[in-house]
């Protein structure tokens, strides 16, 4: 395999860890959860700061996940006690987070860990995360199995229900909000000992990244109807690293890359809300059939009375 | 079974908009009653339920459930005891989830929701024989989601829900109001049926007057926040539409049965 699609394939599978948290926040709890961002380089910056101190590498990978769900937490708390908003909590969260990254990074915007042994000293760094990515997807599938999961699942389909059963949805949330941001952390984390340092705007444009993944990764598959979460996540992932090193091959500049990513979710999002970016030549097919389809709705509904 | 006394609500207070739903209001429920509340709009019939299930904290007042006073537990706590069906049928089940998964929620309820799976294989017989009860033909539907069901059968599902874990209490708000009137009729006959059936101590409120006349062995109209209604026993039986108009005729508020 040539090195840009091995490091395709490898970036692809940190971020999709990242994109499985997004998952939780962004499409089970319906929680628009906008401190992903700081949390992935919370990730990073413990990481680093721990690996440096000579700590052993793995060991800086469980650390990260506990101070992102602590991240989580925060968010959590900021919605659910003190009734603020969740997208303005979130980014409370993610402005402290800023100052408290620089702070633990000893006030350097950079902090590199070449001469120090990390989780890919010595080893295939493809095999190192195919096996961390897999073990997320499956405690990720199995989770949402769960009694738990179900409960998370609940929650953003409708909350109502969940109250009824006597549940504290308060807690479950921010739970699932911390749980969210561990996944974060963990890829951030994975992240700066995978390219050797820890940036402080590492984490810019990462509920972006997200977004898209998951929108593209569900568009894909709810047409085949195929719904294992943890797949879409790392296939939407995958096509949406793809999609930018390709923009990077034809001679984009990488500082174009927020905008292209911009503009790819908007293409996505588009055709997963209307389909109009394939079918606008078939406008009056689709008029026609639009037509059908909602009489045949109508007896249905007629039927069911 | 259920007291209510003293209770008082006064929404937006101190403000303008001021309005006192309910002063020093009481109200005795017994076990196995199944109450029809009537009243028009404003009368205060849901925030009555919203006060009983927790969603809404009375200003003063107390109410006991079962011997014990609940009068500060928020909403989540009432809830282990009270089961509660909403006038949108979206309300009462996870759309997403298929009938299956809703059902082994319920099922759940009052048990812990750790780590354990949540679905059961051994449980599909039962869940059949539950939804064949309604006559639907929701037992073969066991693995579709619940969107794809019509108002009258999520209703009917969001009953047996609400019902499989034997509540203390079962709270009907206009559950009925969102469906076409054939199906309000069919939902009507399961809600009589499960709640004779288990012997459910029930408040429903509703619109419907025949409905209020027909089911349920007490009735009760709210008006401005008192009860200016109450009847039950044989007189709730022999009870007719022109009967009850009659019981306030002198009262110049038409909007009783708008």
């Given at each position: 395999?040539n090195?840009f699609?091995t490091?395709i394939?490898?970036q692809?599978?940190?971020?999709?860890?990242?994109v499985?948290?997004?998952?939780i926040s962004?499409k089970?709890?319906?929680f628009?959860?906008?401190s992903?961002?700081?949390s992935?380089?919370?990730g990073a910056?413990?990481?680093?700061?721990?690996?440096?101190?000579?700590f052993?590498p793995?060991?800086?990978?469980?650390?990260?996940?506990?101070?992102?769900?602590?991240?989580?937490?925060?968010t959590g708390i900021l919605?659910v006690?003190?009734k603020?908003?969740?997208?303005l909590?979130s980014?409370?969260?993610m402005v402290?987070?800023?100052s408290?990254?620089?702070?633990?990074?000893?006030?350097?915007?950079?902090?590199?860990l070449?001469?120090?042994?990390?989780?890919?000293?010595?080893?295939n760094?493809?095999f190192?995360l195919?096996i961390?990515?897999?073990l997320?997807?499956?405690?990720?599938?199995?989770?949402f199995?769960?009694?738990l999961?179900?409960?998370?699942?609940?929650?953003?389909d409708?909350e109502n229900?969940v109250?009824?059963l006597?549940i504290?949805i308060?807690?479950?949330?921010i739970?699932?909000l911390?749980l969210?941001?561990s996944?974060i952390?963990?890829?951030?984390?994975?992240?700066?000992q995978?390219?050797g340092?820890?940036?402080?705007?590492?984490?810019?444009?990462?509920?972006?990244?997200g977004l898209?993944?998951?929108v593209i990764?569900s568009s894909?598959f709810e047409?085949?109807?195929?719904?294992?979460?943890?797949?879409i996540?790392i296939v939407?992932?995958l096509?949406?690293r793809?999609?930018?090193?390709?923009?990077?091959r034809?001679?984009?500049n990488?500082?174009?890359?927020?905008?292209?990513?911009?503009?790819?979710?908007?293409i996505v999002l588009?055709?997963g809300n209307t389909?109009?970016f394939?079918?606008r030549?078939?406008r009056?097919?689709?008029?026609k059939?639009d037509i059908?389809?909602?009489t045949?709705l109508?007896?249905?509904?007629g039927g069911?009375? | 079974m259920?007291?209510?006394?003293?209770v008082?609500?006064?929404?937006?207070?101190g403000?303008?908009n001021e309005?006192?739903v309910?002063?020093?209001f009481?109200m005795?429920i017994d076990?196995?009653?199944f109450?029809c509340v009537l009243?028009?709009n404003?009368a205060?019939?849901?925030?009555?339920l919203n006060?009983?299930?927790?969603?809404?904290?009375?200003?003063?007042?107390?109410?006991?459930?079962?011997?014990?006073?609940?009068?500060?537990?928020?909403?989540?706590?009432?809830?282990?005891?009270?089961?509660?069906i909403?006038?949108?049928?979206?309300l009462g089940t996870?759309?997403?989830?298929?009938?299956?998964?809703?059902l082994s929620?319920?099922?759940n309820?009052?048990k812990?929701?750790g780590?354990?799976?949540?679905i059961?294989?051994k449980?599909e017989?039962?869940?059949?024989?539950?939804l064949s009860?309604?006559?639907l033909?929701?037992e073969?539907?066991?693995?579709?989601?619940?969107?794809q069901?019509?108002?009258?059968?999520?209703?009917?599902l969001?009953?047996?829900?609400a019902?499989?874990?034997e509540?203390?209490?079962?709270?009907?708000d206009?559950?009925t109001a969102?469906?076409?009137p054939k199906?309000?009729?069919?939902?009507?006959g399961i809600?009589?049926d499960?709640v004779?059936?288990?012997?459910?101590?029930t408040i429903m409120?509703?619109h419907n007057v025949?409905h209020a006349?027909?089911?349920g062995n007490?009735l009760v109209?709210?008006h401005r926040g008192?009860?200016?209604?109450?009847?039950?026993g044989?007189?709730?039986?022999?009870?007719?539409?022109?009967k009850?108009?009659t019981?306030f005729?002198?009262m110049?508020?038409?909007?009783?049965?708008?």
């Open positions: 395999m090195s699609v490091s394939i490898q692809s599978l940190i971020f999709s860890i990242t499985m948290g997004i998952y962004y089970i709890l319906k628009a959860d906008l992903a961002d700081g992935f380089t919370l910056s413990v990481s680093a700061i721990m690996i440096t101190k000579g052993n793995f060991t800086s990978l469980i650390i990260s996940m506990l101070v992102g769900a602590l991240a989580g937490l925060m919605n006690k003190l603020i908003q969740d997208i909590s980014i409370l969260v402290g987070l800023y408290i990254n620089l702070r633990m990074m000893g006030g350097k915007a950079n902090l590199p070449f001469n120090h042994d990390s989780l890919f000293t010595g080893r760094p493809l190192i195919s961390v990515t897999l997320c997807a499956i405690f990720f599938t199995i989770f199995k769960t009694k999961g179900y409960l998370l699942r609940g929650i953003g409708n229900m109250i009824s006597g504290n308060g807690s479950i949330k739970f699932a911390a969210s941001n996944f952390a963990l890829s951030g984390s994975i992240m700066a995978y390219q340092f820890s940036d402080i705007n590492m984490g810019t444009g990462t509920m972006i990244m898209a993944s998951i990764g894909i047409r085949i109807g195929f719904f294992n979460s943890s797949i996540c939407g992932t096509l949406y793809t999609s930018i090193a390709l923009s990077l034809i001679g984009f990488p500082s174009d890359l927020k905008l292209i990513s911009s503009i790819i979710v908007v588009s055709i389909g109009e394939f079918t030549r078939r009056n097919n689709l008029k059939s059908e389809s909602s045949t109508g007896e249905a509904g069911n009375a | 259920l007291k209510l006394s003293g008082s609500k006064t929404f937006n207070k403000s303008i309005q006192v309910f002063n020093n009481s005795d076990e196995k009653d109450i009243g028009s404003g205060g019939k849901s925030t009555l006060i009983i299930s927790g969603k809404v904290r009375a200003d003063g007042g107390n109410i006991i459930l079962k011997d014990r006073d609940v009068t500060h537990d928020t909403e989540h706590e009432k809830c282990k005891n009270i089961s509660r909403f006038q949108d049928p979206s996870n759309p997403s989830m298929t009938i299956y998964e809703n929620m319920a099922k309820k009052g812990r929701f780590l354990s799976f949540l059961d294989r449980d017989e039962y869940f059949k024989e539950l009860t309604l006559h033909g929701l073969d539907k066991l693995y579709t989601p619940v969107s069901l019509s108002g009258g059968q999520r209703q009917s969001a009953l047996i829900m019902v499989i874990g509540p203390d209490l079962l709270l009907l206009e559950h969102a469906l076409d199906t309000s009729e069919i939902v009507m809600t009589r499960i004779e059936e288990k012997g459910l101590t409120v509703t025949d006349i027909r089911y007490r109209m709210l008192n009860k200016i209604v109450d009847i039950s044989e007189k709730k039986n022999t009870l007719t539409k022109e009850l108009l019981l005729k002198d110049d508020d038409k909007s009783l049965f708008s």
